[in-house]
């Protein structure tokens, strides 16, 4: 027999786009079978539930998870009477009490029953189950702790699994340290604006615009000077500010959108649809409720709200251009602002996605963890009719029929799998590709001093040395010896390359441990 959230949904006719990944069965024995993210549970006929609402909620409370979108969805197919009917039979009973409020907060709607006079406060969600809001707010007509973490315009949830709470578990400040001690002290200082401009070039290429010159070098300045600085990054201000400072600031259509629109790309034959944004209607309260997230949040892991706020940001899409670049901006700035990472510090997280197959298919996937449900559930809800030109500007045929049905997974995403997938990007950006980069400026460095102990020259020459002999197999080419006449005795280019090779040589041992 199936009980819980899954036994209510086939029972009210309820289809979330966000599936719910537990289905609860009375069978003979306790068993648990997992398979493709889903879980099935098997309970001995001791836990079967009243064959009601309140039986099957109350089983579901207890021993499946969390589910906002299925929950608004429930409460709106079912009305308040079961809801009341369950509060007035067990008026103290805390499983009643958090269906109550759960109801009241997702629906906006008062129940008919009165408030609870006495009983010991209980967490709407469990704090070591769920990212939940750090100092929760006090319901006293439920006498519940809501530590909900946003706003019912927008709530997202993160399930605190085995595997999340060990990619939490990674201490940032640590490994960056550890990179001082290998490589010398302000190794991160001296690599910021290389870091800074390679998160940059690579943020670009994330967006296929590989080629855009000038607007690399604007999102560095705007990486440089906003990040961790600049005042409250979701308000609508700075969005628009982040925007020009990538764009242009003569681009047109900056500021929050006022148009539809979706992600996808073209071809000769028609537009592909990847993903569809909330309405331009909506944006203000979402955007609102991602503040009200990163305010409730403060004081919990780093990587979690980092990955939270990016994810969340890029899924509300607020801009019209610019979102997956603000989207990644706001990992470091989140980093920064809980000081995880030193203040000028930028952690190149796009050149890792980018530095491999494997993490650039898992960007892929950690955004179509949300979106490709989203897109399943509503394929043949969308259409191209009739181009309108937009309030912004925005000249657009796109229709999407659903928009009022699609509110309820908007406003209530997942999150769990983008936040494992962030904290792997970022663990793995300090321990190797950092790590790479700092080996890559000491041995720059080293190999400049001992050029100059050989041959005195300014750094500019030095610089176009060394990547000449290193790029040349530790051969003084032909042509360089043109540009540097000195270099034509064979004693002199013998003694620069020996000096510049020893540099790259002695801190390759250095970084592998071995002796000198």
Request: glycine content about 6%; hydrophobic content about 45%.
């Amino acid at each position: 027999m199936l009980v819980g959230f899954k036994a209510l949904a086939e029972r009210y006719g309820i289809t979330p786009v966000q599936p719910l990944r537990i289905e609860s069965v009375i069978g003979t024995i306790r068993a648990s079978l997992q398979a493709e993210g889903l879980l099935e549970n098997k309970y001995p006929p001791s836990y079967l539930p009243n064959d009601d609402f309140a039986g099957h909620f109350e089983f579901g409370l207890k021993y499946e998870e969390i589910h906002l979108e299925f929950f608004a969805r429930l409460f709106a197919a079912v009305g308040p009477e079961p809801v009341e009917a369950w509060c007035r039979n067990a008026p103290f009973g805390q499983y009643a009490r958090r269906a109550g409020f759960l109801f009241e907060w997702l629906t906006g709607q008062r129940l008919d029953v009165p408030d609870v006079a006495n009983g010991a406060y209980v967490n709407a969600i469990s704090p070591t189950a769920y990212l939940a809001r750090t100092t929760p707010l006090r319901s006293r007509r439920w006498r519940v702790n809501d530590n909900l973490p946003g706003t019912t315009a927008f709530c997202p949830l993160v399930r605190r699994t085995e595997a999340i709470q060990q990619a939490l578990r990674f201490d940032l400040k640590a490994a960056l340290r550890e990179l001082d001690r290998v490589f010398g002290p302000d190794i991160l200082m001296r690599t910021a604006t290389w870091l800074t401009l390679k998160e940059s070039r690579a943020s670009f290429l994330i967006e296929k615009e590989a080629d855009q010159a000038d607007r690399i070098q604007r999102f560095a300045h705007v990486i440089e000077q906003y990040c961790g600085h600049i005042d409250d990054a979701l308000a609508v201000q700075s969005l628009q500010t982040l925007q020009a400072g990538i764009l242009g600031k003569d681009a047109p259509g900056l500021g929050v959108r006022r148009s539809p629109v979706f992600v996808g790309q073209a071809t000769l034959r028609e537009d592909i649809v990847h993903y569809i944004a909330p309405p331009f209607e909506d944006l203000a309260l979402m955007l609102a409720g991602l503040k009200v997230f990163e305010v409730a949040t403060r004081g919990a892991e780093s990587l979690a709200r980092a990955a939270a706020l990016a994810f969340g940001f890029v899924y509300i899409h607020p801009m019209r251009d610019g979102n997956g670049r603000i989207h990644r901006f706001l990992i470091n700035d989140t980093l920064a602002r809980d000081q995880a990472i030193p203040d000028g510090v930028i952690l190149p997280i796009s050149a890792t996605i980018t530095g491999s197959l494997a993490f650039r298919t898992g960007y892929d996937k950690a955004l179509e963890a949300f979106s490709r449900p989203f897109m399943r559930h509503y394929a043949a809800a969308y259409r191209f009719g009739k181009f309108i030109t937009y309030e912004d500007g925005t000249r657009s045929n796109f229709v999407f029929d659903e928009y009022a049905d699609a509110r309820y997974a908007w406003r209530f995403p997942d999150l769990t799998e983008q936040v494992l997938y962030t904290a792997g990007v970022v663990a793995r950006t300090i321990r190797i590709d950092m790590a790479d980069e700092a080996r890559i400026l000491v041995e720059f460095q080293l190999a400049q001093a001992r050029l100059k102990e050989v041959v005195e020259m300014p750094d500019q020459d030095a610089s176009r040395i060394i990547r000449s002999i290193k790029e040349n197999g530790w051969i003084v080419s032909g042509k360089l010896k043109q540009q540097y006449p000195q270099l034509a005795s064979a004693r002199v280019a013998a003694s620069v390359v020996q000096a510049v090779r020893s540099a790259f040589d002695d801190q390759e041992d250095v970084s592998t441990g071995k002796s000198a």
